[in-house]
């Protein structure tokens, strides 16, 4: 059974920094590619920043400079550190392993706002 468990979410200043953690079980995780989306109320989910089995990373526009997505292969675990948060970043963030298949984590909500 394949699991994606988002944790690290909650409320922040603008300007703050949250760190999120996606632990994966029931996958080779190395193999696959992991990134991290967002869903604001009322639009689509889109991506965030994404990490192949390689380390080859990439990023919305919104967000570079300000986010880094990285990975831990001993830990099955993928995060992404968030700087200098503005409220236009709230939103549910969610986990997403790739790969032959896809599989999607639950969503953890981060909220900016003073």
């Known amino acids: 059974q394949v699991q994606l468990v988002e944790s690290g979410g909650g409320l922040v200043q603008p300007g703050g920094s949250l760190r999120l953690s996606c632990a994966a079980s029931?996958?080779?995780?190395?193999?696959?590619?992991m990134g991290w989306y967002r869903q604001a109320p009322g639009k689509e989910r889109e991506p965030v920043a994404s990490?192949?089995?390689?380390?080859?990373?990439n990023y919305a526009d919104s967000v570079k400079g300000r986010f880094t997505i990285s990975r831990d292969n001993t830990k099955n675990t993928v995060y992404l550190q968030m700087n200098s948060l503005k409220p236009e970043d709230t939103a549910v963030y969610y986990c997403?392993?790739?790969?032959?298949?896809?599989?999607w984590g639950q969503g953890t909500q981060v909220t900016v706002s003073s």
């Open positions: 997403k392993a790739f790969n032959v298949r896809d599989y």
């Open positions: 029931g996958i080779s995780f190395s193999i696959y590619g």
């Open positions: 990490i192949l089995s390689r380390g080859i990373t």
